[in-house]
Each structure stands twice: as structure tokens, then as C-alpha cells.
């Protein structure tokens, strides 16, 4: 099977639909563990990215939050949200169709502080120089709960 024809066939019956043009499909061994298109504009769920929706059915249909012997197929070069659980899934690797300065002449995102052009710049940045307003109330109850955690974990 074309893993690569099936992700691209997913993102444009999304598309057709009024969906969004992304798509993950999850292989292993050979076969389809999970897929999703992207249903930001179904669900009014930002978070529901093609790469969320597909790694969370792969991980409860597994049993496991780790996905080291599969294989996972995007559509696009993955933002932040979706780098980041590709990396806390750990899959064998990782391929992706398209990148971001492709296909920006024809995709944009209508986000307040989100664009393809600019966003990835605002995460090296310290945060008090990032656009999103983000304001720290310390408060040590929160160490205590990784202090909890780190007792009820140590090996």
C-alpha cells in the first residue's frame, strides 16, 4: 500500500468535506494501526490536529503511549503542538509530504497570534518578548505535586 497516496487521498476528501488540508496515517507492520484528517473546522476544537486525533487512537487501539515500532505519515512539516507529540510518542520515524514554505502561498491560518510566516519565531524568544501574553503566579503547591509524583514513581 502507498502510505504517502493515502495520507494526500485523506487531507484532500478532508478538504472536500470543508475540513482542513492535513492528514496522519499510523503504519506498522505494514498496516494502517490509525488515520485522521485534521478536524479543527468540524469539531471548533483547536487542538484537533490530523497528528493529536491519529496518535491518540494508535496509542489507545496499542494499549501504549509509545509508538517506537511504527511508522507515521503527515501531510506537512508538523507545528509545535504537533512536534512535540510526535516526539512524546516516540514513532520510528517520521515522514512528512509537503513542508510549510510549500504550501504557505496557498493555506492561511486565521489565528490571533498564529501565522506560518512568523510563529515559529515567538518560541526562542523569552517569554516575556512573546506576542501571546503570559503572566507566571508562583505558588510551591505545584513542586509538591511533582515531589508526589517522583515518590510514588522512584524505581
Excluded at 503527515?74 to 512528512?96: D, E, H
Excluded at 513542586?143 to 517522583?150: D, L, Q, T
Aim: glycine share 6%; proline share 6%.
Amino acid at each position: 500500500m502507498d502510505f504517502v497516496k493515502r495520507t494526500i487521498d485523506l487531507a484532500m476528501k478532508n478538504v472536500e468535506e470543508g475540513g482542513r488540508p492535513f492528514a496522519t496515517v499510523i503504519v506498522r507492520d505494514g498496516e494502517v494501526i490509525a488515520e485522521s484528517p485534521n478536524q479543527v473546522a468540524q469539531t471548533r476544537d483547536p487542538t484537533a490536529h490530523a497528528e493529536i486525533l491519529a496518535i491518540g487512537e494508535a496509542c489507545r487501539k496499542l494499549g501504549t503511549e509509545h509508538l517506537d515500532d511504527c511508522d507515521i505519515y503527515i501531510l506537512a512539516s508538523p507545528c509545535p503542538m504537533c512536534l512535540g507529540s510526535l516526539y512524546y510518542c516516540s514513532p520510528r520515524q517520521v515522514v512528512y509530504i509537503t513542508t510549510r514554505e510549500d504550501y504557505a502561498p496557498f493555506y492561511r491560518d486565521d489565528r490571533k497570534y498564529f501565522e506560518l510566516d512568523t510563529f515559529y519565531a515567538e518560541y526562542p524568544k523569552p517569554i516575556g518578548e512573546r506576542r501571546l501574553p503570559m503572566v507566571q503566579q508562583k505558588d510551591e503547591g505545584a513542586i509538591a505535586v511533582y515531589r508526589r509524583w517522583r515518590e510514588l514513581n522512584a524505581r
